[in-house]
């Protein structure tokens, strides 16, 4: 059974930093495309970045490019979010999603397994 743990979240001032951590068991992420997203309140859950299963492409968001960085380490089988420069734009639930497949996609419903979440707060 596969399981998506997040940590990491939490409340900073904008222009702070943060890194989210996705543990994945059940499951080796070298077989799977892993992916951020993220809902705010009242709007629909969106794609943040994303990691193929080899690990030879990757893709942001435009509204996180040059802030955000995606990272995996294997042996770990952990999933890294690094979140600099945030604003209070980036506030939300942060969700990992894997996907059983080599390939990345941006949209939510090609992911098959998803963390619980982890809230993300950036204070004006």
């Known amino acids: 059974q596969v399981q998506l743990v997040e940590s990491g979240g939490g409340l900073v001032q904008a222009g702070g930093s943060l890194r989210l951590s996705c543990v994945v068991s059940?499951?080796?992420?070298?077989?799977?495309?892993m992916a951020w997203f993220r809902q705010a309140p009242g709007r629909e859950r969106e794609f943040v970045t994303g990691?193929?299963?080899?690990?030879?492409?990757?893709n942001y968001a435009d509204s996180v490019k040059g802030r955000f960085t995606i990272s995996r380490d294997i042996a770990k089988n952990t999933v890294y979010l690094q979140m600099n420069g945030l604003n209070p734009e980036d506030t939300a639930v942060y969700y990992c999603?894997?996907?059983?497949?080599?390939?990345?996609?941006?949209?939510?419903?090609?992911?098959?397994?998803w963390g619980q979440g982890t809230q993300v707060t950036i204070s004006s």
């Open positions: 059940g499951r080796a992420i070298s077989m799977n495309a």
């Open positions: 990691i193929s299963a080899r690990g030879g492409s990757n």
């Open positions: 999603a894997a996907r059983n497949g080599m390939a990345l996609y941006d949209i939510a419903s090609r992911y098959d397994a």
